[in-house]
């Protein structure tokens, strides 16, 4: 475990749905209930919903608090009102799967492995950059927080939980000191991604694996804090890979993965 600056120890603690709305609030509990029926399919896509007066009924709401509900869906990209026409349900093109929430109502209802392959598409997309971002741009303050979380990653005995809250601590903290707030935006699909892969396949499980990974992750944080943008990009594609590999994640379905294990191979002269 790592340690603060005022030398009291740091711990991390991931709760995969903290950051869906509670259902203290009226308005909350109406977006919640709404956009996992159209997840799963009971407000089909292109459908139109049912009227407010239904709706208000359903939920046991007011009127209020049911607007402010579909405003949120409708900033989500799940739907679309029209005067005289009603509220449409949108196709998921139209969704914003960056989006904390939804992410999480899919990840409550069950990702299948094309979903998670899409996960690590994206991330092997982003997190290279933000490697190399936080290499040029890192604080000592930032080196601290991660190197703590790359501690807390080794720290025994380990849990899935313990391991899956130290790994995300880190891959934040590295977004972070990207300095660039559309990457920092992403730590949402990394929290997904972690938490389902995990499910299937933790590097807890194996002694091997969890030291393969606690030295995967140890040359990404040296290679920021010596300011090496390429290493640290390189060594971050590394580490996705290995997880996506664990998670058994089909190259086929991500395609994007398998150029980057391509494009390794010819950085480093190793085959696939």
Known sequence: MGLRGDGQPM???????RHLPSARSAHDMVA????????EGEFAIGSTLPGDAELMDRFGVSRT???????TLAAKGLIESKTRVGTKVLG???????????LAWRLQLGVDRSFLA???????????????????????ADLTVMTSAWQAMGRQP??????????LAFHRAILDASANPFLRSIGSVIQVALATSFTISSPVDEPERLEESSLQHRRVLDAIAARDAQRASDAMAAVILQGADSARIDHAQAPGVDVTIRLL???TGEGP
């Open 11 to 17: 711990s991390f603690e991931v709760h995969p749905l």
């Open 32 to 39: 919640q209930g709404i956009g996992r029926s159209i997840l």
């Open 65 to 71: 608090a049911l607007l402010e509900a579909l405003k």
């Open 92 to 102: 998921e093109k139209r969704w914003n799967m960056f989006d904390p929430d939804i």
């Open 118 to 140: 899409s996960l690590f598409e994206i991330r092997q997309a982003l997190e290279p950059l933000a490697a190399a971002a936080a290499a040029h741009y890192r604080s000592e």
């Open 158 to 167: 380990a849990t899935r939980e313990s391991f899956t809250a130290a790994d």
């Open 265 to 267: 191979a010819e950085v």
